[in-house]
């Protein structure tokens, strides 16, 4: 099983931790700061906004934590191993600490957030705790905690989208990069914890947006993704960032998402765009329109399902139906055509879901085709409207047996599709050099799909038509055209 998972990446709920620690970044200055960040790629761009917040305050950043003065863990509750991952690792820290009692440990992000002054409580060892909208806050706590006290602020603010913060790019290829465009979720879907720790939805002021592309176009990047939890609910005026304030009134002149790509496309025709992630239920055909339009938008759409039974989704609060969603992804078809890519997010076991509800799971998987996908098992998490209103009662292991059976369906849709790119030639943007040898380079297409080939003498940040003559269900094999 692991075997499996690890082969086509796709991740189930036990390894879906990935885990980021910031690089050294030494410019000389007199304090250490080490930051792991867990979970969304949210919370990784949020961890160079952190960096860069705190290098102004005389912090460089060290990826040694024996070097650190501050130990920041960047944390995400989407899960409950998740956070038991965290924990265990605070236990680690514990031992630092011993030796060099000095070391000051904070808990930033989701979980700061959901348990605010209780972690100091039950995690010793934590000094401050700061929640995702408190981060312009973290040279006060750090100073506070300096001072001897413990210190907290998980705060969540309506309109804070850290839009003039230029993050520090460490843990960039020098290619592609993500830029944040809105903070929070207005959502209740039932399982998630997110309104509750990220708060109300903010988008970012587009022309900062617009200019950090700019910039980094000009660095040599090539492709930006544009992230925030619900992309297509982007809304932003000059009088209103938060959304639920912004529907209230009867302002005109606002920037949508599908105007905000453009913007961003408009940048240079060579940086690509790419955008994660799509609610169903939010995405226009304005926005597919406008991604028709420009060819440097990339043709690839991650619009999670969570589950193929009617009745799911809406115990779940998605707010479409089976159908709805299929008639959503014809539509997808019809105006960009079968190369789009189209990967989702799928939930097994989630309350009272029955062998038959999770067989049209399956069945909604062989009608889609979906290139890629992330599959969890449910995972209650406390506050969330699930916890409140259903019990958690299918067991663990008929959630894994489901997860299993979903994960090989996606692996056999993952091999076919990209079956269906043999013979073709694709446009990749080189990201550098393959994983698994130097010899060959690797990219990716249009629809996000990994393109290896021989590396010849070509160099990252530039675009290559290469032919594809094989594959894997992860991976497409390829040589540069006409050579
Ligand atoms: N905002 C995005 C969306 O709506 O698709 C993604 C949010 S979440 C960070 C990423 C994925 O985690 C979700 O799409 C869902 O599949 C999964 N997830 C969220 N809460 C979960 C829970 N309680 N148990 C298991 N998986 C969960
Ligand atoms: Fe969570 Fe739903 Fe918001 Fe995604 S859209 S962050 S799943 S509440």
Known sequence: MKNLIGDIDLLDGNEALATHVLPDYKTGQSRKLYIESYG????FSDSEIVASILRKEGFDTTSD??????????????????????????????????????????V???MAERLKTKLLEEER???????????????????????????????????????????VRLNSNGVTAFISIMRGCDNMCSFCV???TRGRERSRDPHSIVKEASELFALGYREVTLLGQNVDSYKWSAAENNKARLEKTDARDFVNFAG????????NPDLRVRFSTSHPKDITEDVLVTMARYENICKNIHLPVQSGNSRIIELMNRGYSREWYLGKV?????????????????????????????????????????DFAYMFFYSERPGTPAAKKFTDDVTEEVKQRRLEEVISKQREHSLQRNRLDIGKTHRVLIEGASKRSAAQMQGRTSSNKVVVFPAGTRSRGTYVNIRIHDCTAATLLGQVEGE
């Open 330 to 370: 014809k539509v997808i078809r019809q105006i960009l055509g079968n190369d789009c890519g189209i990967s989702s997010d799928m939930i097994v076991g989630f309350c009272s879901e029955t062998d038959a509800e999770h067989r049209d799971t399956l069945t909604l998987m062989d009608e889609v085709q979906y």
């Open 194 to 196: 997110v309104p509750l």
């Open 108 to 110: 930033l992000g989701c």
């Open 40 to 43: 969304c790629q949210m919370n």
């Open 125 to 167: 060892i934590v000094d401050l705790v700061a929640g995702p909208d408190a981060y312009r806050d973290l040279p006060k706590l750090v100073a506070q905690v300096d001072d001897g006290s413990k210190a907290v602020n998980t705060f969540l603010s309506r309109e804070e989208t850290y839009g003039d913060i230029t993050p």
């Open 260 to 267: 905000l790509l453009a913007m961003v496309a408009e940048v």
């Open 65 to 106: 934590i024996s070097q650190a003065d501050v130990v920041f863990l960047n944390t995400c509750s989407i899960r409950d191993k998740a956070e038991q991952t965290v924990r265990n690792r605070l236990a680690q820290i514990q031992s630092l600490k011993k030796h060099k009692p000095e070391i000051m440990v904070g």
